[in-house]
């Protein structure tokens, strides 16, 4: 590679062609494939198999549970619960995501924009419909604040940016940081590369921050997945609870 940003380059394996359409199918898509093929075997082939003493497996996932459903309880509350299991699964699914990039010759899917708007943007578009259906017009009422009636022409505007640009946020955020993690591994071990040719001791010093740096990718992974879904629960409790400003 020339540049660290190589890596994050999208890879065409093949294309189909329908009159003058084209399908094409990109080495992301792969992961991406083999990721909710795991998560739905797990879910639909093993729930009916938990035990009543947990196996260390089991007490994870427990954990893992009970994690979860805290946020939702938290940032939701009682009116959430119904959708404890989207919020379960976009967890995992943003975890799991995190986590392949850190394997050798993993694909950091969570880095790659089109992806993560795509889910951002359907996912805070059903939010926002969620709010219509349960609360009606009334919903509309957060987009105004309580000012004087005049500073109301340029609030109104600001609200509804600031609300609609949650959609881009999201996945920005997501994916700056993943990029920064993932570009930044490359340039050390490219780094440990150049060292070892003038100096074979250097190798050790620059592996152990570089092992460093790897435990640092890991708390992100988990991080941004953690800060990820606090978010839609947020964005979720303003669609289901009214708020007042």
Known sequence: MNSPLEQFDSIKIFSLFFG?????????????????????????FFKNKYKLIPDLWQYF?????????????????KKGYLYF????????????????????????????????LFLTITICNSIFVIGLITQNLSFLKIFIPKSPFLLLIILIPIEIFSYFIRMFSLGIRLVANILAGHTLVYI??????????????FFFLIVSILLMIFVLEFGIALLQAY?????????????????TH
Do not use: R
């Open 20 to 44: 003058n359409n084209e399908f094409s199918f990109f080495h992301i898509l792969l992961p991406l494939m083999l990721l909710n093929i795991i998560l739905i075997f797990h879910i639909y």
């Open 61 to 77: 996932l427990e954990l893992l549970y009970f994690f979860i459903f805290n946020i939702l309880k938290n940032h939701v509350g």
């Open 85 to 116: 299991p989207f919020i379960f699964i976009i967890f995992n699914f943003i975890l799991w995501l995190n986590l392949c990039g850190l394997l050798p010759f993993g694909i950091a899917l969570t880095s790659y924009i089109v992806l993560v």
């Open 188 to 201: 050390l071990a490219n780094f440990i590369s150049k060292l070892v040719l003038i100096k074979f001791w």
């Open 227 to 243: 800060v990820f879904t606090t978010l839609i629960c947020i964005y979720l409790s303003d669609s289901l609870n009214e708020k």
